[in-house]
């Protein structure tokens, strides 16, 4: 049939054609948003590798190499144990409860304790998080105060304010930049700042190998009249296998105890993960505990054979201030825990969300019952629409007004 030149040809293969480019780059964007097995491991490295690195040389010089080693190797075991079994959890309470779906530590608490369990999980979650996160601001100051004060030592600068003033205002210019990533709603786009902070860490690694080797190269040479921190003449003498004291065992259990803590992200991290196989899980697991054993151990032996005794609660401080080498270092472990933020408080915002919406949620079916909203009198399906639903993942979005960035 002939058309008129002014008429429109419409081609229904072309709007076909247009949905299908449509619905692919959907698919695309969501491939995209997917984790992989690199940026799971890179996530939970920076969930457990941060602070608690400045402080496990010191808990070495107070509980000994042998006993040290022996309790942080078996942490380590046991946090990759924990991981399993919080997979298998999974996939049992999957089993059991089919139309439960499990999202983190809270839902497993809540199919195997109820509601009860499932408050007292989260709030504990938030507390943890919250004291972490306040951790992370007192080291992250400290790094840069010293950074400051080196800075102003070389221009001869003399702010009028203090260099602690000046240290807030940096980190307040330093985190607004992090801000945005904060309320991202999924770990995976968060990739990039973890593996920034996976490589400023493995930085002051690589800085505290190359000092503690000058200082032994100096003590063989007989020369102390550098800033290496001279290795003390009788170091044989200085190098403790066990604890002196009872307190030594205390503190290297409290220190190392801390030191593998990213299971807040494990069933969040599968959740976002391509093709969750248990093998692929069982290798992220494996992965990022060894990756984490590796740091800890290069960072604990360098400053403990460097400093033995006088090992200070952070190591970082028994560096001069004026080496210019330490200093970047300080300034990488700086960026390490901003970057390592996010990620932080990614869970404990999560945990806060989820414990206020279940509080509300019983708070409004309290109420409910005392005003005679659901009564014998009532269709049992009637009540069921108007009681909330404790465990629906769309009313907490509803009733909890926080922001999320797509």
């Not at 990533?181 to 999924?186: E, S």
């Not at 190998?209 to 000058?214: A, L, P």
């Not at 869970?347 to 206020?356: G, K, V, W, Y």
């Amino acid at each position: 049939m002939a058309h008129g030149s002014g008429s429109p040809l419409v081609s229904v293969n072309s709007i076909g054609e247009d949905d299908d480019t449509m619905s692919s780059f959907s698919q695309r964007l969501k491939a995209c948003t997917k984790g992989t097995v690199y940026s799971s491991v890179f996530t939970l490295l920076t969930s457990c590798v941060g602070a608690g690195t400045l402080s496990l040389p010191y808990a070495f010089s107070q509980g000994g190499l042998v006993l040290s080693s022996v309790v942080f190797f078996a942490v380590m075991m046991v946090a990759v144990l924990v991981g399993f079994m919080l997979f298998s959890g999974k996939r049992y309470c999957a089993e059991v409860f089919p139309e439960k779906e499990v999202w983190g530590y809270e839902d497993l608490a809540h199919a195997a304790f109820g509601a009860v369990g499932k408050i007292a999980v989260l709030a504990t979650l938030a507390l943890l998080l919250f004291l972490a996160l306040i951790a992370y601001m007192i080291y992250a100051r400290d790094q840069l105060n010293l950074v400051v004060q080196f800075i102003i030592s070389r221009t001869g600068y003399v702010p009028d304010c203090s260099p602690l003033v000046n240290c807030a205002l940096l980190m307040a210019i330093g985190f607004l930049p992090i801000f945005p990533i904060t309320l991202l709603r999924d770990l995976t786009r968060m990739q990039i700042t973890s593996t920034i902070s996976i490589l400023c860490i493995s930085y002051v690694a690589l800085v505290a190998t190359i000092k503690t080797s000058m200082a032994w190269v100096d003590f063989h040479k007989d020369t102390n009249d550098t800033i290496h921190n001279a290795i003390p003449p009788n170091w044989r003498d200085s190098v403790k296998l066990g604890p002196r004291h009872f307190s030594g065992v205390l503190t290297v259990i409290s220190y190392c105890s801390l030191s593998f803590i990213c299971h807040f992200n494990l069933l969040p991290v599968q959740k976002e993960l391509q093709n969750p196989t248990k093998r692929r899980l069982n290798i992220i697991v494996i992965a990022s505990m060894a990756t984490a054993y590796v740091l800890y151990n290069i960072v604990i032996f360098m400053a403990y054979f460097n400093f033995f005794d006088d090992t200070r609660e952070d190591f970082m401080l028994n560096y001069s201030r004026y080496d210019i080498l330490v200093t970047t270092a300080r300034a990488a472990l700086f960026f390490t825990l901003l970057f390592g933020y996010p990620v932080l408080l990614h869970p404990t915002r999560a945990s806060l969300n989820h414990l206020l919406s279940l509080l509300y949620d019983l708070v409004v079916k309290r109420k409910s019952r005392r005003s005679g909203l659901v009564s014998s009198s009532v269709d049992p399906e009637e009540s069921k629409r108007l009681l909330p639903e404790t465990d629906s993942r769309k009313s907490e979005n509803e009733r909890v007004s926080i922001s999320y960035v797509m």
